[in-house]
């Protein structure tokens, strides 16, 4: 109960008292991370607590920027609502990105902000703050981003930069919680293994069947496969990133809470099992997988033989509950 009252203190709005010291709220704010088991900084790197959006409403901004801001916030997490429109999943950013894309070890979305443009080796070139947001409706939430420059894009990109207001660009210190860090990878994963874990772990808020969870037509907790879920191309079917993300943040208030073993075999098996198709596929699962395997697929199951049934994950043309494959924003750039 403690741990469970502690993540979602931390992943919610932790408020400081005012009479702290810059130094002093970030002691306790490590101090609450390593009750929860994740490790504490190294003397490198760098610790930043995100602002609230209580803190926004206190802040010297234009009260113009601070409802754009507000817009980014509601976006980001309740991104169903653009569903049928720019999202074809169950997923909101919130969903992988916890505590409204401010939780250390659970991707917190502030660092792009402050690192991007930079070049990103899934795609082969240097991409945007922006590309990066599209990036994550085309896979995470396997639909259609909303148009760069667009009200909603700019709202977006308006939460990210407010989340990491007071960090200088291009730090030159690594960022402490940054990503999914995996745990060690064990020798050997097991599907049946994996299957019995997520049973006994997962089943009960996203359901046996992986369907996840619907109370009153709105989804409580996400597929994380079916038509519904993040398709073959999103960050999180790579193995390790959603073994990453399950040690780190799962069962949902019990972040550490499972042994390394038990978060790399139910990565193992929710990653075995099928989703909509690449956005990048070409009509040919090998071809597809050898084309992006160097920079991607390497680290995911897709085009795999499935140990369970003999089935070759990913050898489908379904793109779930969008009626196209790729949207136009999936291209290269030679900025020629």
Known sequence: ??????????????????????????????DTLTELGYPAPKENQLV??????????????????????????DLFTNTQQLRGENVFSEMNCSNCHAGAGRMPFSAPIWPAAVTLPDFR?????????????????????????PDYGSDKMVALTAYHSWLATGVEMYPDKPIYGRGFPAPERPEELSY???????????????????????VRNQTAFPPPWGDGSYNWGAGMVRVSTAAGFIKNNMPLGQPNSLSDQEAWDIAYYVNSQERPQDPRYTGDVEETREKYGPTFHKHSRYGQIREADGKRLGDHENTGEKDFLKPDTVRSRTFE
Request: a neutral charge; proline letters at 4%.
């Open 1 to 30: 109960m403690i741990r469970r009252f502690f993540f979602i203190a931390l992943t919610g709005t932790v408020l400081f008292s005012s009479a702290l010291s810059a130094d002093e709220k970030t002691e306790k704010y490590i």
């Open 48 to 73: 930043h607590i995100p602002p609230t959006m209580e803190d926004l409403k206190e802040a010297e901004l234009h009260p113009e920027l601070k409802r754009v801001i507000r817009r980014g916030y």
């Open 121 to 145: 080796g899934k795609n082969g070139h240097v991409n945007s703050l922006e590309e990066r947001i599209a990036g994550c409706f085309t896979y995470s939430m396997n639909g259609k981003p």
């Open 192 to 214: 049946s293994r994996g299957k019995q874990g997520y049973n006994e772990n997962c089943a009960v808020c996203h359901a046996e069947d992986g369907a996840g969870l619907q």
